[in-house]
């Protein structure tokens, strides 16, 4: 089991930044992929970003690139969304989640352990 907790989300005008955090516990980081998803008021949940646990690599998003990074810390068990220049398409739940096999990073089915989701709201 692993149990996924964020934080960091909020109120930003447009153009602002936000950090979100994800703090997992239990049987952590024995992950494929861990992942960044987000959902708008009446949209679909879609991608924005994923880390490869073993291989260090990084996926994004082509509506987030060059604005989003994600990064984790492995003596905290924490995976970070770090969010510049943001518009306000960008409000919605963003959702950390985890995977316990290989899968596709960018498939919200593949991923297993979900957090229960933290806020961004960009106003314009």
């Known amino acids: 089991q692993v149990q996924l907790v964020e934080s960091g989300g909020g109120l930003v005008q447009a153009g602002g930044s936000l950090r979100l955090s994800c703090v997992a516990s239990g049987r952590t980081f024995s992950s494929y992929y861990m992942g960044w998803f987000r959902k708008a008021q009446g949209k679909e949940r879609e991608f924005v970003a994923a880390?490869?646990?073993?291989?260090?690599?990084?996926y994004s998003a082509d509506s987030v690139k060059g604005r989003f990074t994600i990064s984790r810390d492995n003596a905290k068990n924490t995976l970070y969304l770090q969010m510049n220049s943001l518009k306000s398409e960008d409000t919605a739940v963003y959702y950390c989640?985890?995977?316990?096999?290989?899968?596709?990073?960018?498939?919200?089915?593949?991923?297993?352990?979900w957090g229960q989701g933290t806020q961004v709201t960009v106003s314009s």
């Open positions: 880390f490869g646990w073993s291989s260090g690599r990084t």
């Open positions: 989640a985890s995977q316990t096999r290989s899968g596709s990073y960018d498939l919200a089915r593949d991923y297993v352990y």
